[in-house]
């Protein structure tokens, strides 16, 4: 399972330096913050699968309910970056750059947010299920 996690990690990091280098944008200082976004967020994915597999290790059935809410919370921030890095074309047509990077800057920046809330979370229900025992 770890190694797993690990592989797919992998193939995330080389699609996503893959989808930068194929993406030719002259001196935009734009597309270079909401790569910055990207960038300083893409490392939280290991975060994510780490925390889902260690909130599934100490999972009970007092706890079961919290714990996949919490889950489902950290698949839907993953889905998420998966979706924007999937979606994440600028137009050819100069004219429409801007308002897409734009656009986009704001999209990424929510994925960030959704992801660091639900990393939050899962570790403080961690923290909390550890006092516990």
Do not use: G
Request: glycine letters at 0%; hydrophobic letters at 45%; a neutral charge.
């Amino acid at each position: 399972m770890r190694i797993l996690s690990v592989l797919t990690f992998l193939l995330l990091i080389f699609a996503c330096k893959e989808k930068q280098t194929d993406i030719v944008i002259n001196n935009s200082p734009l597309y270079d913050k909401v790569m910055a976004i990207h960038d300083k967020v893409m490392p939280e994915m290991t975060t994510i699968h780490a925390l889902k597999r260690d909130l599934k290790a100490i999972e009970k059935p007092e706890t079961k309910d919290i714990i996949i809410k919490n889950i489902i919370a950290l698949d839907n921030a993953d889905e998420a970056m998966m979706r924007w890095m999937a979606d994440f074309k600028v137009p050819e047509d100069k004219s429409q750059e801007a308002e897409y990077l734009k656009k986009e800057k704001e999209v990424i920046q929510s994925v960030s947010d959704q992801m660091y809330a639900s990393i939050h979370q899962a570790q403080k229900l961690l923290d909390s299920l550890k006092t516990l025992k």
